[in-house]
């Protein structure tokens, strides 16, 4: 009976077992297999805007690293004119029109979720206070319109005087 108790006490309630102080999740090999399929960059919304800012004629670097914040991408970077333009994810990124919450694992997607939106949110006050312009356009975002976008925060930065 003891030894139950401590079982008990041991495993999380969100099926996550523990190695040192990070979480491992038990996931099945279905969900493990198509979880390392998922595209980190070349998404079809990506090379979508990619292509019609190249058809006019604009170019630009594809995901560059990000100058004093390790381990950060931009999708698109525009370095003369300091704008930089990030295709978030709807599931990745906690999108209010179509984000959704995994019945497996809950409570740990839930908090990494929140992480990636923190640091969505950190990224955009680090360039903005380097003197970059953020755009953020979502997957689902129509491509016309996420070009125009983009087309503005870079005419934007070209009439500012700062860069040519």
């Given at each position: 009976m003891d030894r139950d108790r401590a079982a008990e006490r041991s495993t999380p309630p969100d099926a996550a077992t523990r190695i040192g102080s990070r979480p491992v999740l038990k996931t099945t090999a279905q969900t493990s297999s198509r979880m390392s399929r998922q595209a980190r960059r070349d998404t079809k919304p990506e090379i979508e805007l990619r292509r019609r800012l190249h058809k006019?004629?604009?170019r630009y670097r594809v995901n560059h690293p990000l100058s004093g914040?390790?381990?950060?991408?931009?999708?698109?970077?525009?370095?003369?004119?300091?704008?930089?333009?990030?295709?978030?994810?709807?599931?990745?990124?906690?999108?209010?029109?179509?984000?959704?919450?995994?019945?497996?694992?809950?409570?740990?997607?839930?908090?990494?979720?929140?992480?990636?939106?923190?640091?969505?949110?950190?990224?955009?006050?680090?360039?903005?206070?380097?003197g970059w312009s953020v755009v953020?356009?979502?997957?689902?975002?129509?491509?016309?319109?996420?070009?125009?976008?983009?087309?503005?925060?870079?005419?934007?930065?070209?009439?500012?005087g700062d860069c040519t």
């Amino acid at each position: 009976m003891d030894r139950d108790r401590a079982a008990e006490r041991s495993t999380p309630p969100d099926a996550a077992t523990r190695i040192g102080s990070r979480p491992v999740l038990k996931t099945t090999a279905q969900t493990s297999s198509r979880m390392s399929r998922q595209a980190r960059r070349d998404t079809k919304p990506e090379i979508e805007l990619r292509r019609r800012l190249h058809k006019l004629g604009y170019r630009y670097r594809v995901n560059h690293p990000l100058s004093g914040m390790p381990r950060r991408r931009a999708d698109l970077t525009f370095t003369a004119k300091r704008v930089v333009v990030f295709v978030d994810g709807c599931f990745w990124h906690d999108c209010p029109e179509h984000g959704t919450s995994p019945r497996n694992n809950g409570a740990w997607w839930a908090e990494k979720l929140r992480k990636n939106v923190a640091r969505d949110r950190e990224t955009d006050a680090a360039l903005d206070a380097a003197g970059w312009s953020v755009v953020r356009i979502w997957e689902h975002e129509d491509p016309d319109t996420a070009t125009l976008r983009v087309v503005g925060a870079l005419t934007a930065a070209a009439s500012s005087g700062d860069c040519t």
